[in-house]
């Protein structure tokens, strides 16, 4: 029998659709080589009501070869890193691995669930020394088959983005985590452009994907503001990860698209407002809205009526509050005549007729 996946502990906290999106903060290279700014970035996550916050684990050298000629330059004019050469740019962006504990230490401080994204063997080693509850797929390594069967054997709960793969290449992932150990996985529909356009990022995959593949499924999102993040969230993502900086104007390898603390903020809030807002499928009245139904439209007398005389237009309308008989009756009122005088201001009923 196949585990539940409607609710998966990261970390101590409950992902799924009974419980409010888990917002992850992703640090990324946004420390810009500074540990103390690397630790602001934490309290700020914290501050604005996250729930986890990442990190990604590996070196220049685990990443790519120190070449900075064909394929290892980064020559599109339109990629936020053109100039650039991969190693150089990785010597840049990665977070020292020295730098883990005292992040991982100031995170649990803060309440913070905190883990990573290993991109080579090494790394899942080093993180597992600093035991952290779960793990991350990266979109660009979600086709190293090795690397998904070892985090999976750890049997942590794995988040998997899917940016570029295939149907097929998902499936392989998939299989290879679940065959390995994986009982929790959440996988991320993500577009892996820099920044993405929300016309690029197709949200409505994230329920078939859910349907696919029996799995919880969340957005690991590139594009600016909170919107689409927020969107997501009545399509059944459980797990909202965006990148987070201090300041945009900072600078970083990956600050343009990185949200400032007020808008990590917006999107904690909104998020669980979209949440609550799903519901179930109700008509009628709710509780909050039967007090209300008093001001509904329905039938009044509206002049002052004898004994004896006939509904019209003149004495008889639809106002509010709605103590009278709905408005569906006039046709069936007019023309018929009172038992008795009538006051201006009485609901219209059925005994007021011969």
Request: charged fraction near 25%; charge should be negative; include cysteine.
């Amino acid at each position: 029998m196949e585990k539940d996946s409607t609710v998966i502990s990261v970390g101590g906290v409950s992902v799924g659709p009974a419980h409010p999106p888990f917002v992850l903060a992703e640090m990324s290279g946004n420390h810009n080589q500074s540990l103390e700014r690397a630790l602001e970035i934490v309290d700020a996550a914290a501050d604005a009501g996250a729930h986890g916050l990442k990190l990604q684990t590996y070196t220049a050298d685990t990443m790519t070869l120190d070449l900075k000629e064909g394929e290892f330059a980064i020559d599109d004019p339109s990629s936020l890193w053109h100039g650039e050469n991969l190693y150089a740019l990785y010597q840049k962006a990665h977070t020292p691995w020295e730098w883990h504990r005292p992040i991982l230490d100031r995170c649990k401080e803060r309440g913070l669930v905190a883990f990573s994204s290993p991109f080579d063997a090494t790394a899942v080693d080093f993180l597992e020394e600093l035991g952290v509850p779960a793990y991350k797929i990266a979109s660009f390594e979600n086709i190293d088959l090795p690397l998904i069967r070892k985090v999976a054997a750890t049997g942590k709960p794995m988040i998997i983005s899917t940016g570029m793969a295939t149907v097929a290449e998902l499936d392989e992932a998939v299989t290879a985590a679940r065959e390995a150990g994986c009982g929790d996985l959440i996988l991320l529909k993500c577009t892996s452009s820099y920044p993405a356009t929300p016309e690029n990022t197709n949200i409505l995959t994230i329920p078939h994907m859910r349907e696919l593949f029996g799995c919880q499924v969340g957005l690991s999102d590139h594009t600016m503001g909170v919107g689409v993040a927020v969107a997501s969230v009545a399509l059944g993502a459980t797990l909202l990860e965006k990148h987070f900086t201090l300041a945009r104007a900072d600078g970083g390898v990956d600050s343009a698209f990185s949200l400032e603390p007020g808008e990590l903020k917006a999107l904690v809030v909104e998020s669980e407002r979209a949440w609550q807002a799903l519901g179930s499928i109700s008509y009628g009245p709710t509780e909050k809205e039967r007090a209300s139904i008093r001001f509904r439209r329905s039938l009044y007398v509206v002049k002052d009526m004898e004994a004896g005389e006939a509904f019209s237009g003149e004495n008889l309308r639809a106002i509010r509050p709605g103590h009278g008989l709905p408005p569906k009756f006039i046709g069936t009122l007019m023309g018929k005549r009172v038992t008795r005088s009538v006051r201006r201001g009485t609901p219209a009923s059925w005994d007021l007729i011969e």
